[in-house]
């Protein structure tokens, strides 16, 4: 897209191309694609910027207005609302504060806090994709392991009353700090398990090893991973729309409406500029499918509860499609509640809870490098260097760290939902998540805000899973389009891998307890790995793709590497990994080109030498 001198000024550009270093990737080489929202942004504009990103409107470097940007980022919140606060929800029960809404609210707003701290750092200096960091499931099953040991079970029932009693007795301080101290211990030991695992995250991404190993992954590796992601998460989608599948399919049909049918219709809308009214078109309808859909899909919900139409017993089908039922989180959350490093005493350490949390830092490791390729490829980037792999990988750990200073009960880890929503809303702008990090920073310091969203249905949510997780399926599928499928070889690894990825996990959770080695550390591990699918599914595809006789070209390594530099010339080159403001520093010494994590890092590997 060809931009005049005033074009690039109101962009923030200079003449020769190089993007603004506070929002983005510098590049003496080549201007940046970048779209302005405005009286420019006509249908011819749009269809020629969907050409050259691959269907995309806001490519990576591209940098939406702000308010855009407010409004794309609170729909990324909204869609990792639900896999973020399903987390300290489920370890409640655990943790003891089954019925504290106090302590839940304040580790809601906790995780969301920190989600928003990881984002950003990832965003900024780690991959610098745009891949929004939550909470992670690869670590609750070993933190629900350390939780089941006899020293950290629950009180007996009891103990509710006689606090209850005891307050009105005048001795309500001590009995709170007791209460307190209940749940806070069991925090700490997990907090300390996931301080001192993550440091393995960081040593994988520091030193290299993460690279290493992927001179020896290809597609056929990345897909069924990927492709696992999805489709290990159907579970969980059924389960939502099971609750009402009339909502689950409204979502679906809302969400395909806009994102599809409506898709390259754009809504006349009224801009004030340049001292006059202006009418110019835009696609609103493909920026916000997702939000539409799923706020589509609450309002009916809405409705159909103020008519009393939804059932109100809670063992009628229907029930969990009402928005009334989630109503005393809402009343119960305080008002404020600013998160800081050490809020409930100093971490504790203990070796076999850091063995077992160690399992879910790798299982969480192998998800995210799946996570950076499809984020690429759904941003129009290329495929991910080696040295934004280890560093993303790195800074995964930092937030990890982050999350166990703060005190999550949890780590971070990228987000597949709304790497999909990417493909969905073909919105790629890195600034966006930036701003989502914000926004969880912000609206996680106010705990009724985001209570609020506590009381969307899982019926609609499931809706939204539904189509979100296929996405990701089929992302990890189109990684298929460089290998030759005629082979044998490649249809029998494909095969196995993801068909050991979906079955392996599942006996494991059918048949409990069926490791014991005589070590729990070691029983851990394993259990943790084998009942994780995108770990399976990776760990065969690249154990067998790298033994099974094979040329580069039937493996679909030539035509990957070809397909990356055919183009990174459409959409971004590989300067889009470089970190901000430290490129020419970088250039400068010989010494950096020896540190794997960063840009200048001389490999021969993906063709980023410097």
């Known amino acids: 897209m060809h931009l005049t001198t005033e074009e690039k000024t109101e962009l923030g550009l200079k003449e020769q191309g190089t993007v603004n270093p506070a929002f983005g990737v510098k590049s003496d080489e080549q201007p940046q694609l970048t779209v302005d929202i405005g009286e420019s942004h006509t249908e011819e504009n749009l269809e020629e910027t969907v050409d050259k990103s691959v269907d995309l409107v806001y490519a990576l470097n591209d940098r939406p207005p702000w308010y855009l940007c407010i409004l794309l980022g609170f729909q990324h919140y909204i869609l990792a609302f639900g896999g973020i606060i399903a987390v300290p929800l489920i370890l409640a029960e655990p943790l003891c504060i089954k019925d504290n809404n106090v302590a839940k609210s304040q580790l809601i707003s906790t995780i969301f806090f920190v989600s928003g701290l990881c984002t950003l750092l990832q965003t900024a200096v780690g991959t610098r994709l745009p891949i929004l960091q939550g909470g992670t499931f690869s670590f609750i099953t070993p933190t629900l392991a350390i939780l089941a040991l006899p020293k950290w079970q629950c009180p007996a029932p009891k103990s509710p009353v006689m606090l209850s009693m005891q307050?009105?007795?005048?001795?309500?301080?001590?009995?709170?700090?007791?209460?307190?101290e209940i749940w806070m211990s069991r925090m700490r030991e997990i907090q300390g398990a996931i301080l001192v695992a993550s440091l393995l995250q960081i040593v994988l991404g520091f030193s290299g090893l993460v690279g290493l190993v992927l001179r020896f992954i290809g597609p056929l590796a990345i897909a069924p991973t990927i492709n696992l992601i999805g489709l290990s998460l159907f579970i969980e989608a059924g389960k939502k729309s099971g609750g009402h599948w009339g909502i689950a399919a409204l979502t679906v049909s809302?969400?395909?409406?806009?994102?599809?049918?409506?898709?390259?219709?754009?809504?006349?809308?009224?801009?004030?500029?340049?001292?006059?009214?202006?009418?110019?078109?835009?696609?609103?309808?493909?920026?916000?499918?997702?939000?539409?859909?799923?706020c589509g899909g609450w309002l009916v919900c809405f409705l159909l509860t103020i008519f009393d139409v939804l059932p109100s017993k809670s063992d009628q089908y229907g029930f969990s499609a009402r928005t009334d039922i989630s109503l005393d989180a809402v009343k119960n959350s305080p008002w404020f509640h600013v998160p800081y490093p050490g809020q409930w005493g100093l971490p504790t350490v203990?070796?076999?809870?850091?063995?077992?949390?160690?399992a879910g830092v790798l299982a969480s490791t192998m998800e995210s490098i799946g996570d950076y390729y499809a984020c690429a490829r759904l941003s129009g980037a290329p495929p991910p260097p080696t040295h934004a792999i280890n560093r993303g990988i790195a800074v995964e750990g930092i937030g990890c760290i982050l999350a166990a200073l703060w005190g999550t009960g949890n780590g971070t880890t990228s987000y597949s939902q709304n790497i999909a929503a990417l493909g969905i809303t073909k919105v790629g702008s890195r600034l966006v998540l930036q701003t989502t990090g914000i926004l969880m920073i912000v609206l996680g310091i106010f705990g009724k805000f985001g209570a609020v969203f506590i009381t969307i249905p899982d019926?609609?949510?499931?809706g939204m899973f539904l189509v979100m997780f296929g996405m990701i399926a089929a992302v990890g599928i189109s990684n298929l389009q460089y290998v030759d499928l005629?082979?044998?070889?490649?249809?029998?690894?494909?095969?196995?891998?993801?068909?050991?990825?979906?079955?392996?996990?599942?006996?494991?959770?059918?048949?409990?307890?069926?490791?014991?080695?005589?070590?729990?550390?070691?029983?851990?591990?394993?259990?943790?790995?084998?009942?994780?699918?995108?770990?399976?599914?990776?760990?065969?595809?690249?154990?067998?793709?790298?033994?099974?006789?094979?040329?580069?070209?039937?493996?679909?390594?030539?035509?990957?590497?070809?397909?990356?530099?055919g183009e990174s010339k459409f959409t971004c080159d590989q300067s889009c990994y470089d970190i901000p403001?430290?490129?020419?520093?970088?250039?400068?010494?010989?010494?950096?080109?020896?540190?794997?994590?960063?840009?200048s890092y001389n490999t021969s590997q993906d063709g980023t030498s410097k």
């Open 167 to 180: 307050l009105q007795n005048s001795t309500s301080s001590l009995q709170t700090e007791n209460s307190d």
């Open 254 to 294: 809302l969400i395909l409406l806009f994102s599809q049918y409506l898709s390259k219709v754009n809504v006349p809308m009224i801009a004030y500029k340049d001292k006059k009214w202006k009418v110019f078109q835009y696609p609103l309808f493909k920026l916000f499918s997702a939000l539409f859909g799923m």
């Open 350 to 358: 203990s070796l076999s809870s850091v063995l077992g949390m160690m």
């Open 459 to 462: 019926p609609v949510i499931g």
């Open 486 to 565: 005629n082979s044998s070889r490649n249809l029998l690894i494909l095969g196995f891998s993801t068909f050991s990825g979906l079955v392996l996990p599942t006996w494991f959770h059918s048949n409990p307890g069926i490791i014991d080695t005589g070590i729990k550390e070691l029983d851990q591990v394993i259990v943790v790995l084998f009942t994780t699918h995108m770990f399976i599914g990776g760990f065969f595809g690249f154990i067998l793709d790298n033994t099974i006789p094979g040329t580069d070209k039937e493996r679909g390594i030539k035509n990957w590497q070809d397909k990356v530099q």
């Open 581 to 599: 403001f430290c490129t020419r520093i970088f250039k400068r010494f010989r010494c950096f080109q020896y540190l794997p994590f960063l840009p």
